[in-house]
């Protein structure tokens, strides 16, 4: 069976709750890729989604010959501003990201290498994606099932409510896990993981 981390970490990547709960998150390890802007409209973050799936097929392939085989996980990303209430008000154009796919442990910086060297020869994509590491520790997680434009009400809950009723403060990036494809499922049905570390 090949590895497949909404399998491995149901907690993380299956929630059920709809409203914020405490989780512990494990050390992982991403394809990482940053930027900045409006994520609907600026061609650099089509452009740095689509180099990051490049690489993700491009490594699990080169696993999968290897007898390593991994389901690709999702696309997730950590999102911040300047100004806070930059995500309140959605002033996306000042918006600051960097997206993410979780790579197996096993995955090291050689396979990251090789498969710079095959995306760039084979479909022409120059992208400075990276591996990082992130160990987040203890986050507030919630299912947010709807718009992402509708995010709202749940962070103002989380920031206006849940962390000072548990006397914990933002301890690091928000973190979203997008289980749908916005192409290809409606608005109203699409399931985003919220996550918040927290100290």
Known sequence: MPYDVKKDLKQLYAPKNTDWALVDVPGQQFLAIDGRGN??????YRKAVEALY???????????????DFVVGPLEGLWWAEDYTAFTVRAKD????TMLICQPAWIGEDAVEQARE????????DAPVRLEKLHEGRCAQALHIGSY??????????HGEFLDRH????AGLHHEVYLGDPRRVEPAKLRTVLRQPVG
């Open 167 to 170: 006397g914990l403060k933002p």
């Open 118 to 125: 095959s995306v760039r020869r084979k479909k022409k994509i």
């Open 149 to 158: 434009d509708d995010e709202g009400p749940l962070l103002a809950r989380l």
């Open 54 to 68: 490049a690489f993700a097929y491009t490594i699990k392939m080169t696993a999968k010959q290897a007898g390593e």
């Open 94 to 97: 000042s918006w600051r990201w």
């Open 39 to 44: 994520p609907n409209t600026a061609e650099s």
